[in-house]
């Protein structure tokens, strides 16, 4: 019976491990030369809660304010005018930064920009600082 030693007819099926067994020889240094520092504690000095300061209180309910589409201002659903609005802005900013109710403004799709804008200029004329915008589309 005559052998074939693969000399050139056809390919190798052997697989050669040699590469292998090196990378994993590599990989198990590794990992034996961190495991034991991933095992030793570091201490850590937390700042602790202070029993004498007050907890915050729940913030205020937000202020919901509605422009529809022909330009007409709705304060939680209440309409008023113009002047009637930064006065109720004004009363707002009255109040310290913590008291302040969030000034959500939903304006309709169609509404010009000069009226957003309009409001946003009374806004920050009066100091109020807590504004976000609604989608009104969303809802």
Known sequence: MAFST??????????????????????????????????HKIKIDLPQPNPNVIPPTNPPDPIHLKIDQSGAYYWNDTPVDESALKEQIHVISLKSDAEQNELQIDAADAVP???????????????????????????
């Open 113 to 139: 920009y000069q009226d957003v804008a309009r409001v946003l200029a009374d806004a920050k004329s009066y100091g109020l600082t807590k504004i976000s915008f609604m989608d009104s589309s969303s809802q």
């Open 6 to 39: 693969g000399s050139g007819k056809g390919p190798m099926a052997d697989i050669n491990v040699t590469p292998l067994v090196d990378v994993m020889l590599v990989l198990l240094i590794i990992f034996m030369i961190t495991a034991p520092i991933m095992t």
